[in-house]
């Protein structure tokens, strides 16, 4: 079974890291149940295990946590729900590829329920939404925004870590890093796309989606 927990208020970036790495290890034990927690965090960098150092551009303005997850730099704050996904990856097929796309899957089912088309590009991580209200980029291509961010870790084949959605963070708080290292292309939200989305709201329809795509227990 997947138990489902859903934090309120703001909860500290190491004590988080302490839970999911101490419930991935009695998960592998087989002690535990898989976990679905949705938090959010006060505002804070985290760098990932590719972090570019250059890309932390005002690094005085929030804390900065090693995340020991894969990625780059990336932003948590308010507004944002981060789903931390611990799953037996080694039950579930041990295909890490195959479970990073399952990841991206849920999240565009989750955008849909809002009528928010997500997409998947090659070589940048996350999940984008088109702004043809924007300026074209130099290309000539349609404008893309960053929606969600996707970066995990696994330990004797249990994930950590997982995926952020941004409902309706300071979008602002995005510009003292270059996020997962991308210079020519923005951040959005559900809010920022016109949308009145609660937390709540999306809280339920990550649920609503996540037997679609990781089976039903």
């Known amino acids: 079974m997947v138990e489902w927990v859903i934090s309120s208020g703001l909860t500290d970036y190491a004590q988080a890291l302490r839970v ?5 290890e009695a998960i592998a034990r087989d002690d535990a149940d898989e976990m679905i927690w949705l938090i959010e965090h006060p ?7 590719s ?5 932390l551009t005002d ?4 804390p900065v946590h090693e995340a020991r997850r894969g990625g780059q730099y990336t932003y948590h704050g308010p507004g944002q729900r981060v789903v931390y996904v611990m799953l037996d990856v080694g039950r579930r097929g041990r295909d890490v590829r195959a479970f990073v796309k399952q990841l991206e899957a849920w999240v565009i089912a989750t955008l849909e329920r809002f009528n928010v088309h997500g997409e998947i590009r090659e070589g940048r991580v996350g999940v984008w939404v088109e702004r043809p209200e924007k300026p074209r980029m130099a290309s000539g291509t349609i404008a893309e925004d960053k929606i969600a961010a996707i970066g995990i870790r696994l330990r004797r084949w249990v994930s950590f870590h997982g995926i952020s959605i941004n409902v309706e963070p300071d979008l602002e708080h995005f510009s003292g890093i270059v996020p997962c290292g991308i210079t020519d292309h923005g951040v959005t939200s559900l809010v920022d796309l016109g949308l009145p989305v609660s937390m709540a709201d ?7 989606t996540f037997g679609d795509v990781f089976g039903r227990e």
């Open 202 to 208: 999306v809280d339920v329809a990550l649920q609503q």
């Open 20 to 24: 999911m790495e101490e419930r991935a």
């Open 51 to 55: 972090a570019n150092p250059a890309d």
């Open 43 to 49: 505002p804070l960098y985290t760098a990932g295990t």
């Open 59 to 62: 690094p005085d303005r929030f």
